[in-house]
């Protein structure tokens, strides 16, 4: 019998508030995040501050969305994307939800990196890895480095897709969906305790509803949480993370 409680954060996504990197870009623009796609999970943004753009590049070619407050706006999996700001006094600032909470923490994100670094995952997690033990000034230099590398794969892909053709950026989604193949079982756990079960805990609360039974109702409960860890280096900006959204069992 599927149990009508789930306690995780709805819908058991994602949350964590982003500061998108004020770092010059290597094309120039005033700051700019890591490009990147996801392969099972889309991710939505709610604009709190500041001004900037979404650029995504997917087969149908690139794009780029205005942001500002108030604006929210969502992509689906194997979009690239990367966040740039505006270029005024204040950083663009945003609420991202991002579906299937743990998934991207769990290695679903790929950088665009060039293809020898994506051969296999172990050359891969090297070059995506930022010095932990280093001081601040140290991570932050190997954040931007790994941004930069990526950037200009980003625009090489862009570059091709807009001039006719689309194999580069065919290669590199290959070459993605190679890296992660390993991590799939682990990833369907997750799924299944998290958006799975939500999904199926309001099966069950529709079905008893419509059977008259509404003892659901009784068990109701409140959580709160609040930052785990603030100013980390994330692939697009500094984030404040909230990693216990689904509160222990009790």
């Known amino acids: 019998m599927v149990s009508r409680a789930y306690d995780g954060f709805p819908a058991a996504v994602g949350v ?4 998108v990197y004020d770092w010059p870009t290597v094309d120039g623009l005033p ?6 796609l ?3 999970c ?3 943004y709610v ?7 979404v650029q995504t590049l997917t087969t149908s070619g690139f794009e780029e969305t205005p942001l500002e407050p108030g604006t929210v706006a969502w992509f689906t999996p194997g979009t690239i994307h990367r966040l740039v700001n505006g270029g005024d006094d204040e950083g663009l600032e945003i609420t991202v939800v991002m579906q299937n909470r743990g998934l991207p923490e769990a290695g679903d994100a790929v950088l665009t990196l060039p293809p020898d670094l994506l051969a296999d995952p172990g050359t891969y997690a090297d070059a995506i890895r930022l010095p932990a033990d280093s001081p601040e000034a140290g991570q932050a230099e190997a954040a931007r480095t790994r941004r930069d590398l990526a950037t200009r794969r980003f625009l090489e892909l862009r570059a091709a897709t807009e001039n006719g053709d689309p194999e580069p950026l065919r290669a ?5 969906a190679d890296l992660v193949r390993p991590r799939l079982d682990v990833w369907e756990r997750q799924w299944r305790e998290g958006a799975h079960a939500a999904a199926e805990a309001t099966r069950a609360q529709l079905d008893a509803l419509r059977g008259r039974d509404d003892a659901h109702l009784t068990a109701a409960r409140v959580f709160a949480t609040g930052p785990a860890a603030e100013g980390r280096f994330g692939m697009c900006g500094r984030l404040a993370v909230y990693p216990g959204l689904r509160p222990p069992a009790m």
């Open 172 to 176: 590199f989604q290959r070459a993605a």
């Open 47 to 53: 604009v709190t501050a500041g001004r900037g753009a």
């Open 16 to 19: 964590s508030r982003l500061t």
């Open 38 to 40: 996801h392969l099972t």
């Open 31 to 36: 700051g700019g995040g890591t490009p990147h």
């Open 42 to 44: 889309g991710e939505g």
